[in-house]
């Protein structure tokens, strides 16, 4: 009996391939949408975490939040008697009047100078009224911001101390019993306090975003409320949010590049200033897989202003089409070119591909490891140093495919493998593309199309053909358009990408 030798080929890579599928665990990273809580203002922030949080209350706090003696005594009031807290102005007050009715609010307490229209306002008490054994200190308003929540979930008392009241201050805490000082911030903000009669503790990091880090530390649970560290007047309000998801007010630079997101489970962010920018770091085996099988979302990352990095991990020089290409050279009394020209000319094919999806040249790698010879150990040296250096890191990479020593796609496993192995052992999320539905169902992965808008297919034509362009005076060679000329016609005519789920 004859047997067809083809066939036993297929059979052989097949079992090869759905060894490796059985060990997989790939997930296709699926971007976190966090709940925002804001307004146009300082003001409409505040009314908005009220409706988050009330549905209705019989009290309510106003303070002006410029005044940050008067706005922490707010906010021990709205701790104490469960109620939201309402920044005032003249022109917030229309906005106001129908947030107190819809809480069917019949009692107001402010310590500032609110007139509300038929409304009597009461005063608010003074720390030195309440009976909490502990009080958290604080001199300005980012401390008291990132103290607030803490000092609430700890049925704390918070306080406004400084040169002037220190005294005072002192005194008036011995006298309503507390015994339990926490100080937030370092000494130049609030200078040491030596009184044996206290239990004191310090809690301070170098800068504001560690303090406030240390402080979820303290607090014993991973629940955050984010909120941007260089304007943090919205997250004044949100202390009754905080007690409602037991989370803390947590600082965070404007795009969270400070923050390792995965440490947290992020209940809300308050405020409008924050754009969680993650670092996506595409990792690519060879010039034209970064257009034939992820460009797309590439494109998109870019356009949602994510901070977008390009690794090249191979030099292209060890491409079959340089016969073609000096071929056609020859024929047209042009010098031929060197395997190390072309690898130069198909980077200049890849930045140009690159630059039409939004990706700036700083923002490419090259590593130069030679193609058809890249090992997982020379990945995971590198991503090892990019996860360390990065928060918020993401992966994106090609799927496996079948192993043809031909085509090279021995680098591509090389790179999968290390990427699995870093969303295993880091919990780093990763994507995962498909090369075309023949390739899943010979694989057996599961996958799902990626449809692309008009627009999109545009984009994703004008970059491939960056691939076939033959200038030879200008360094361009069509080594795509040579190398495979077929997956990139078929692209043009179908701009469709596959991920795995």
Same mark, same amino acid.
């Given at each position: ?11 052989? #890579?097949? =079992?090869? !391939? ?7 665990? &790939?997930?296709? *990273?699926? /971007?976190? $949408? ?68 819809r ?30 054994? #502990?009080? =958290?200190? !604080? ?7 990132i &103290?607030?929540? *803490?000092? /609430?979930? $700890? ?14 201050i ?77 989370a803390?007010i ?8 400070? !923050? ?6 992020v209940? &809300? ?61 020859k024929?047209e ?55 360390k ?30 990427t ?27 996958y ?54």
């Amino acid at each position: 009996m004859k047997i067809n030798k083809k066939i036993v080929s297929i059979f052989v #890579s097949g =079992v090869i !391939v759905f060894g490796f599928a059985c060990s997989s665990h &790939a997930e296709k *990273y699926s /971007r976190q $949408n966090y709940r925002r809580i804001h307004g146009k203002d300082r003001f409409e922030t505040s009314i908005e975490l009220s409706k988050d949080v009330y549905s209705s209350s019989k009290k309510v706090i106003l303070t002006d939040p410029s005044n940050l003696e008067e706005t922490v005594d707010a906010l021990n009031a709205s701790a104490k008697y469960k109620a939201p807290l309402l920044f005032y102005s003249s022109e917030s007050e229309p906005a106001l009047i129908n947030e107190l009715s819809r809480l069917k609010t019949s009692e107001i307490y402010s310590n500032s100078k609110v007139n509300l229209y038929n409304c009597e306002v009461k005063n608010l008490p003074k720390y030195y009224d309440y009976k909490n054994d #502990s009080a =958290v200190l !604080v001199s300005n308003i980012t401390d008291g911001i990132i &103290a607030a929540s *803490y000092a /609430r979930n $700890n049925n704390s008392t918070l306080v406004y101390i400084n040169d002037n009241n220190r005294s005072d201050i002192i005194e008036n805490l011995k006298n309503t019993g507390v015994k339990k000082l926490t100080i937030i911030g370092g000494k130049n903000s609030v200078s040491e306090i030596v009184d044996p009669y206290f239990e004191i503790t310090r809690i301070s990091g170098n800068d504001r975003y560690e303090t406030s880090k240390l402080l979820v530390e303290k607090s014993g649970s991973n629940n955050v409320i984010l909120t941007s560290g260089e304007n943090v007047i919205d997250s004044l309000a949100s202390t009754s949010l905080s007690e409602k998801k037991n989370a803390t007010i947590l600082l965070c630079n404007n795009d969270a590049s400070n !923050v390792d997101l995965k440490k947290y489970k992020v209940d &809300a962010i308050v405020g409008g200033l924050v754009k969680i920018r993650m670092n996506v770091f595409y990792l690519i085996p060879h010039q034209d897989d970064e257009v034939l099988q992820v460009g797309i979302d590439i494109y998109r990352d870019v356009m949602n202003g994510d901070n977008v990095r390009v690794i090249l991990f191979t030099d292209g020089s060890r491409t079959s089409s340089i016969k073609d290409i000096n071929r056609r050279l020859k024929s047209e009394g042009k010098p031929l070119i060197s395997s190390e020209k072309i690898a130069t000319a198909r980077n200049k094919e890849f930045e140009l591909a690159l630059s039409t999806l939004g990706v700036n040249k700083e923002n490419i790698t090259y590593l130069g490891y030679i193609n058809k010879g890249l090992l997982k150990t020379d990945v995971m040296k590198h991503l090892d140093s990019i996860i360390k250096s990065n928060n918020n890191v993401v992966l994106k990479t090609l799927s496996r495919e079948l192993v043809n020593h031909k085509d090279g796609s021995l680098d591509h496993l090389a790179i999968t493998w290390a990427t699995e192995d870093c969303e295993k052992n880091y919990n780093i999320p990763a994507s995962y593309y498909v090369r075309s539905e023949r390739d899943s169902i010979l694989t057996d992965r599961k996958y799902k199309t990626i449809s692309l808008t008009d627009d999109e297919k545009e984009i994703m034509r004008k970059a491939l053909s960056a691939y076939t362009i033959w200038d030879p005076s200008n360094g361009f060679y069509s080594v795509g358009g040579f190398s495979v000329g077929g997956s990139f016609a078929n692209k043009k005519n179908n701009p469709i990408y596959y991920i795995e789920y």
